[in-house]
């Protein structure tokens, strides 16, 4: 009994590290994900809306881990959320054919959605009073991550845009 326990012992031991290899890989190629939520509101009239984008994403468009040690920390982040403001809100276009939407008073912060780290974007868009249903455009690394997408809630309905 003791001679198979040393084997027994090596083979949970290789198990372990197969599986752990497995999940470190999965987490590498984790999709580039958004989350953008739009408040259900009448024509013409200003509507919040909350954006939450990954870190992980932003570090790669704008270079956030200035230290270079793979993690973006507050104090990195904190110098350059108005800027981050700024750079996202012009690749999301919402109008009507002839009418772009305002998107203004971008107050970016930080929280955590499942246990990774997401830069919130709340603003309000003002659109002109017409009779068409608003378009959406959206751009947000469209050169950087082509498989990145936002999961875009509106009122009750969840829509998936793609770059």
Known sequence: MNRRHPAV????????????????DARAH??????LELEDAQTGMPFEAVWDIALTDLDLAADLD???????????????????????????GIGSPGHRCQAKDSRPSLVRRGGDAFLRVNFRIRCAETDAEPR????????????HRVLVRRGGTLTVWRN
């Open 9 to 24: 012992r090596r083979l949970f031991t290789l198990l372990l590290i197969l599986i752990a290899g497995i999940a470190v």
């Open 66 to 92: 200035a230290d270079r040690d793979g993690a973006v920390t507050w104090g990195e982040l904190r110098p350059r959320l108005p800027e981050l403001g700024h750079l996202v809100l012009p690749t999301l």
């Open 136 to 147: 959406y455009r959206y751009s947000l690394f469209e050169d950087l991550l082509p498989g």
């Open 30 to 35: 984790a999709p580039s994900l958004a989350y």
